[in-house]
């Protein structure tokens, strides 16, 4: 059997407990799982930096040999069929990310016909983990290592 690869792509900005989660959840389901961290080149829009970041995932992961971590900048369709991934892996807290996720989950298939999203629900104790409230409560210099599975 071919072996079962996906893609977990995201901000990531920052890596969280809760994609984390999601993380060593999908690799119990498939043989190897990418961690691809979305980023425009030409748009230094994020809160932390990039390498930076690849560098804090690889360290999570540095045990678990199903899991490694990309840099793209390309649609996240072309980027599964570039390296052969069928599938895509999303978390879901809430029907507010169900709403977006369903909306891109359906171009995505439009865009790569063999790409199959899974969905995992969020596990309840990460379930209000947000990179976006972790940026804001870090600008104003808050403690947000509880939400991190690294030292920022
Ligand atoms: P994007 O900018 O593509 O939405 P994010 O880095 O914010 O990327 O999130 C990547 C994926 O992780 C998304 O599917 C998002 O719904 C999911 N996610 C984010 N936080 C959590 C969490 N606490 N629990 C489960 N899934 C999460």
């Given at each position: 059997?071919t072996?079962?690869?996906?893609?977990?792509?995201?901000?990531?900005?920052?890596?969280?407990?809760?994609?984390?989660?999601i993380?060593?959840?999908?690799?119990?389901?498939f043989?190897?799982?990418i961690?691809?961290l979305?980023?425009?080149?030409?748009k230094?829009?994020?809160?932390?930096?990039?390498?930076?970041?690849?560098?804090?995932?690889?360290?999570?992961?540095?045990?678990?040999?199903?899991?490694?971590?990309?840099?793209?900048?390309?649609?996240?369709a072309?980027?599964?069929q570039?390296?052969?991934?069928?599938?895509?892996?999303?978390?879901?807290?809430?029907?507010?990310?169900?709403?977006?996720?369903?909306?891109?989950?359906q171009v995505?298939?439009?865009?790569?016909?063999?790409?199959?999203?899974i969905?995992?629900?969020?596990?309840?104790?990460?379930?209000a983990?947000?990179?976006?409230?972790?940026?804001?409560?870090h600008k104003?210099?808050?403690?947000?290592s509880?939400?991190?599975?690294?030292?920022?």
């Amino acid at each position: 059997m071919t072996p079962k690869k996906a893609i977990f792509p995201g901000s990531f900005d920052p890596f969280t407990r809760g994609h984390e989660d999601i993380v060593r959840r999908a690799s119990k389901l498939f043989d190897e799982v990418i961690i691809g961290l979305g980023h425009n080149t030409k748009k230094h829009n994020r809160y932390f930096e990039v390498n930076g970041m690849v560098e804090k995932i690889q360290t999570v992961f540095k045990d678990e040999p199903k899991v490694s971590v990309q840099i793209y900048n390309e649609l996240t369709a072309g980027f599964a069929q570039r390296l052969g991934a069928d599938y895509l892996i999303r978390g879901l807290r809430n029907t507010t990310d169900f709403e977006y996720e369903n909306s891109i989950s359906q171009v995505n298939r439009y865009l790569f016909k063999d790409l199959e999203t899974i969905f995992l629900i969020t596990s309840p104790e990460y379930a209000a983990i947000s990179s976006s409230i972790i940026r804001e409560v870090h600008k104003y210099g808050g403690d947000v290592s509880e939400f991190l599975p690294f030292e920022i």
